[in-house]
């Protein structure tokens, strides 16, 4: 069992709609939560970071951390079709190795 | 742009053969970290550097290897390379004390025929 679990999808949702992104972990020393958006053929790009429990919130996004069930999730509001990508979560106990999810791939239809 | 530069983007190689993946960090930035993403495993961390000096290591196997050059730009080499090595290698860096705020730079597609 991997210690990131991510569901691959893919996920497809009209212009608008509110996305929920989900990872799961099983390693409770994670102290670290992060959300990466990748387009096809680029490099992560970091959406959201959050340190230990506790929800965040950076104009559409917002990341919520539930330590006591192991649980992450990305919520994307008033989804738009440039939101299309895969989206990985990552966490990490002491801040340098990070441990990846294996990606949602989200696809916003006009 | 993450300010992360690597290069070559593109790398088809045979197998056996030796390859060096170059990595600039962020202006700033003292630690560079090597990820390899393949379809089957995803984004996996093999190595980090931090102002030369390795600091942490993942699962990266033993025929490669890593080094960050006083200028602070790292490179990481693969050699008597399988067709399993086939993958997307990524550099990232961050500024010191903050570790998990990792920046990705665009990758280099390895190909092994």
């Known amino acids: 069992q991997k210690e990131v679990e991510q569901d691959p999808g893919p996920l497809s949702v009209p212009e608008g709609a509110i996305v929920s992104l989900n990872c799961t972990y099983s390693?409770?020393?994670?102290?670290?939560f992060m959300w990466y958006r990748q387009y096809s053929r680029k490099g992560p790009e970091l959406l959201m970071y959050?340190?230990?429990?506790g929800n965040k919130e950076d104009g559409r996004f917002t990341a919520q951390v539930d330590k006591s069930s192991k649980y992450i999730s990305l919520f994307i509001r008033d989804s738009q079709p440039s939101d299309s990508a895969t989206y990985l979560c990552a966490m990490s106990e002491s801040g340098y190795a990070l441990n990846f999810g294996k990606g949602t791939s989200l696809l916003v239809t006009p | 742009d993450s300010g992360v530069t690597q290069t070559p983007k593109h790398l088809i190689t045979a197998t056996g053969q030796r390859v060096t993946l170059r990595c600039s960090p962020r202006s700033g930035d003292l630690s560079v970290y090597w990820y390899q993403q393949s379809l089957d495993q995803g984004l996996q961390f093999l190595i980090q550097?931090?102002?030369?000096?390795?600091?942490a290591k993942g699962n990266i196997l033993e025929r490669f290897s890593a080094q960050q050059f006083p200028d602070l730009h790292s490179e990481l080499n693969l050699s008597s390379l399988e067709l399993g090595d086939s993958a997307l290698y990524f550099c990232?860096?961050?500024?010191?004390?903050?570790?998990?705020?990792?920046?990705f730079g665009p990758g280099t597609r390895l190909l092994v025929l």
């Open positions: 990232a860096s961050s500024v010191a004390g903050s570790e998990e705020t990792q920046y």
């Open positions: 390693n409770s020393a994670f102290q670290y």
């Open positions: 550097y931090y102002n030369g000096e390795e600091r």
């Open positions: 959050t340190y230990s429990s």
